[in-house]
T-cell receptor
Framework: KNQVEQSPQSLIILEGKNCTLQ??????????LRWYKQDTGRGPVSLTI?????NTKSNGRYTATLDADTKQSSLHITASQLSDSASYIC????????????FGAGTTVTVRA | EAGVVQSPRYKIIEKKQPVAFWCNPI?????LYWYRQNLGQGPELLIR????????DSQLPKDRFSAERLKGVDSTLKIQPAELGDSAVYLC??????????????FGQGTRLTVV
């Protein structure tokens, strides 16, 4: 069973609208959580990284939240643009010393005009 | 600054043939990773290098996969012989060694392998 579960698997939104992606994890101990954006045919690019003590972090129109007690994170996209169409992957790091990353399967976001 | 460079971008081969992928990490990054990403899935680690040493290859199918990182810089990943199930995107990533709590991995564009 994957230790990082993302939902929904995919979603379609209209340009200008907001959306929220969910990530639940069971990885323990917890070191940090990252959200990556992966455009079609590209490698993942980091959007945010949060450690145990952080519960929100923003990067432009992307805002990530983290609840380490419930092991949940969300990524909120505000005022979506066509260029936001991509797969968004939640990645959890368990141990800072061996740097083992657990990847979610991703949420595919399609923004339509 | 150049990012992680991978080649080729695409490769189509017949099953049972060998194939090799090449990765040039970001300059100064001691840690290098090879991941395999199946369609609709997140990347799965195949092997991780610290300099020239493979420190985690537990997920590498060693009967047909091999990797090397000579001189601790560039790396190659080889599959011999390839099987239909090896069709996937192979991603290379690199990161600096040090404060791992905030260390970020930078990914290349990947090599899309199709085995027919």
């Amino acid at each position: 069973k994957n230790q990082v579960e993302q939902s929904p698997q995919s979603l379609i939104i209209l340009e200008g609208k907001n959306c929220t992606l969910q990530c639940n994890y069971t990885v323990s101990p917890f070191s940090n959580l990252r959200w990556y954006k992966q455009d079609t045919g590209r490698g993942p690019v980091s959007l945010t990284i949060m450690t145990f003590s952080e519960n929100t972090k923003s990067n432009g129109r992307y805002t990530a939240t983290l609840d380490a007690d419930t092991k949940q994170s969300s990524l909120h996209i505000t005022a979506s643009q066509l260029s936001d169409s991509a797969s968004y992957i939640c990645v959890v790091s368990a141990n800072p010393r061996d740097y083992k990353l657990s990847f979610g399967a991703g949420t595919t976001v399609t923004v339509r005009a | 600054e150049a990012g992680v460079v991978q080649s080729p971008r695409y490769k189509i081969i017949e099953k049972k043939q060998p194939v090799a992928f090449w990765c040039n990490p970001i300059s100064g990054h001691n840690t290098l990773y090879w991941y395999r990403q199946n369609l609709g899935q997140g990347p799965e680690l195949l092997i991780r290098y610290e300099n020239e040493e493979a420190v985690d290859d537990s997920q590498l199918p060693k009967d047909r996969f091999s990797a090397e990182r000579l001189k601790g810089v560039d790396s190659t990943l080889k599959i011999q012989p390839a099987e239909l199930g090896d069709s996937a995107v192979y991603l290379c990533a690199s990161s600096q060694t040090g404060d791992r709590v905030n260390t970020e991995a930078f990914f290349g564009q990947g090599t899309r392998l199709t085995v027919v």
